[in-house]
Nanobody, 126 residues
């Protein structure tokens, strides 16, 4: 079992920045690949960024490369996952979810994730 709790969402103007955080805890959480997903109204949940559990390699969807940065800290049975989001655009508006998976090869597929946070709303609007 694991628990994931996101924080840091909010309302920001286009071109602004936000920092999301996810506090993850559980006996095996440090062996999970972690990622951020987002879901906009009427759209499917999509992969945003991920960090592989063993070597810390990071991956991004094309639309956020160069603007978003994912990072993590691990200790004992906790992982602190963060995502710095810069140059935000209205199309970044969505509910953002933190998630964890043991399927390290299919990081971008939400169906492989077995742990999810409750989500945090990010709204980019003037």
């Amino acid at each position: 079992q694991a628990q994931l709790v996101e924080s840091g969402g909010g309302l920001v103007q286009p071109g602004g920045s936000l920092n999301l955080s996810c506090a993850a805890s559980g006996r095996t959480i440090t062996r999970h690949t972690m990622a951020w997903f987002r879901q906009a109204p009427g759209k499917e949940r999509e992969f945003v960024a991920g960090v592989r559990w063993n070597d810390g390699a990071t991956y991004y969807t094309t639309s956020v490369k160069g603007r978003f940065t994912i990072s993590r800290d691990r200790s004992d049975n906790t992982v602190n996952l963060r995502m710095n989001m810069n140059s935000l655009k209205p199309e970044d508006t969505a509910v953002y979810y933190c998630a964890a998976t043991l399927d390290h090869l299919r990081m971008n597929q939400p169906r492989t994730y077995n742990y999810w946070g409750q989500g945090t709303q990010v709204t980019v609007s003037s």
